[in-house]
């Protein structure tokens, strides 16, 4: 079992940057999956990246790639998200989430685990 924990979102202007973390808890963190979702008001919760177990594979939701980098640090149990050129689409609750599964997918429903989210607004 892993317990999840994210931070860093916060207000930021169009076009600035941020870098959200996730902090998970457990011996095993690298043999998950993981990933991070995002839920605007009034939209369902969706896809906007994930690395695989051993961070050797990233996946990105299209309107994220070349902006967005995921990274994960198995020695210290944290996955990253650097987020850049941010626009007032990409306002939203953010959170990671962890699979068992080798590669992952986009789905939240397949994802076991799940951190409490943090807030990203965009201001334009």
């Known amino acids: 079992q892993v317990q999840l924990v994210e931070s860093g979102g916060e207000l930021v202007q169009a076009g600035g940057s941020l870098r959200l973390s996730c902090a998970a808890s457990?011996?095993?963190?690298?043999?998950?999956?993981v990933g991070w979702f995002r839920q605007a008001p009034g939209k369902e919760r969706e896809f906007v990246a994930r690395?695989?177990?051993?961070?050797?594979?990233?996946y990105y939701k299209e309107s994220v790639k070349g902006r967005f980098i995921i990274s994960r640090d198995n020695t210290k149990n944290t996955v990253a998200l650097q987020m850049s050129s941010l626009e007032p689409e990409d306002t939203a609750v953010y959170y990671c989430?962890?699979?068992?599964?080798?590669?992952?997918?986009?789905?939240?429903?397949?994802?076991?685990?799940w951190g409490q989210g943090t807030q990203v607004t965009v201001s334009s």
């Open positions: 690395i695989t177990r051993q961070g050797s594979i990233a």
């Open positions: 989430a962890a699979d068992s599964d080798m590669y992952g997918t986009r789905w939240p429903s397949d994802y076991h685990y």
């Open positions: 457990g011996r095993t963190f690298g043999y998950y999956t």
